[in-house]
């Protein structure tokens, strides 16, 4: 099952600026993405979306400072946060960003579940597993979106999960929820847009 529709609702600046996880009146469920800049987050929704620029596909990493909600298929609410650890900006850019990012996912009651996206190609970064073990550390529910799987063949893919998983036996006792995805080839859309609505379907009939 793939997404029908799905429409940019608003921007924010901060977390009280955030719209209310509701549809047509009823609530839903939030599902937010988030990463390294350039991990390929906005092409992601677009691919999920099937619209080719419903999320701006930036040359320019870090650019994108605000939250962004979407409205999918009127049931779920998708959320593209700024991406994390731009070495660039100024330091009072960066401070920003993580508070933007760390009020919004230790905060955001509506927020269901968040994915964090890794490029495939990379052995873990610090960035991401610190972000994960802060995750962890405040229960905030999440699982991980491999990026960027058509540039490895289908073993080397395999390998790199386990790689990933590997690293983080040692710290954790399970691997979270993961889906392996590609922009490119559409990679990982069904499995994870399927879970996803499930999630939603299944809060909406509570
Ligand atoms: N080959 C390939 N390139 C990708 C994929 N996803 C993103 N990219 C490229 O990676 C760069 C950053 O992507 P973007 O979506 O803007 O990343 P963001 O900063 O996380 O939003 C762009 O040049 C994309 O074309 C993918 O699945 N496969
Ligand atoms: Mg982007």
Known sequence: MAIKNAKF????EKLSQCPPAVIEDRAVIEVALIGRSNVGKSSLINMLTSQKS???VSGTPGKTRLINHFEVDSKWMLVDLPGYGYAKTSKSNRAAFSDLIKSYVLNRE???CLFVLVDIRLEPQRIDVEFMEMLGE???PFGIVFTKGDKLSASARKRQVEAYKKHLSEQWE???L???T???SGL???ELTETIESWADDFLAK
């Open 138 to 140: 405040n229960g905030v």
């Open 110 to 112: 509506e927020l269901y």
């Open 178 to 180: 993961h889906f392996v």
């Open 9 to 12: 609702l608003c921007s924010s």
């Open 182 to 184: 590609s922009a490119e």
């Open 188 to 190: 990982g859309r069904d």
């Open 54 to 56: 419903l999320a701006k």
């Open 174 to 176: 399970d691997f979270p």
